[in-house]
C-alpha cells in the first residue's frame, strides 16, 4: 500500500510556472513507476506524465511535450511536477499516481494508488 499526498497547487496566470510534489509513504521508492493525472471541468481524468521506477524513462502527453517536467527525488520520496508556460487548458486537478509493476501500465491508467488531487487554475 502506498500513501500519496499532492501539494503545490494554486492559482496561477497563463505563461506562469507551478510546481507540484507528491510526498510518497508506505512502500519503497524505488519498487514503483510514478504519474501525474489530470481532470480538467467536464473532462474525464487524463495521463499527463509519468517516470520510470529508477528515473530512467519518462513520458508526456503530447500537449505538455517541452513545458511540463516529472521528476523524483529519492532522498525525499517525492514524485515532481514542473509546469511552465502554463495555458488555461491546463486547469484541472491534478492526481499523482503509481503502478508497480510499471511506467507503461501507469500511462494506460492502471494504478495501484492515487492521491487525493490538488487544484490548478491557469487564468487568463
Known amino acids: 500500500q502506498v500513501q500519496l499526498v499532492e501539494s503545490g497547487g494554486g492559482l496561477v496566470q497563463a505563461g506562469g510556472s507551478l510546481r507540484l510534489s507528491c510526498a510518497a509513504s508506505?512502500?519503497?521508492?524505488?519498487?514503483?513507476?510514478a504519474g501525474w493525472f489530470r481532470q480538467g471541468p467536464g473532462k474525464e481524468r487524463e495521463f499527463v506524465a509519468a517516470i520510470s521506477k529508477v528515473a530512467a524513462f519518462t513520458s508526456y502527453i503530447e500537449s505538455v511535450q517541452g513545458r511540463f517536467t516529472i521528476s523524483r527525488d529519492y532522498a525525499k520520496n517525492t514524485v515532481y511536477l514542473q509546469m511552465n508556460s502554463l495555458k488555461t487548458e491546463d486547469t484541472g486537478i491534478y492526481y499523482c499516481a503509481v503502478n508497480f509493476v510499471s511506467m507503461e501500465q501507469l500511462r494506460r491508467g492502471l494504478s495501484d494508488g492515487w492521491g487525493q488531487g490538488t487544484q490548478v487554475t491557469v487564468s487568463s
Open positions: 508506505g512502500r519503497t521508492f524505488n519498487t514503483y513507476a
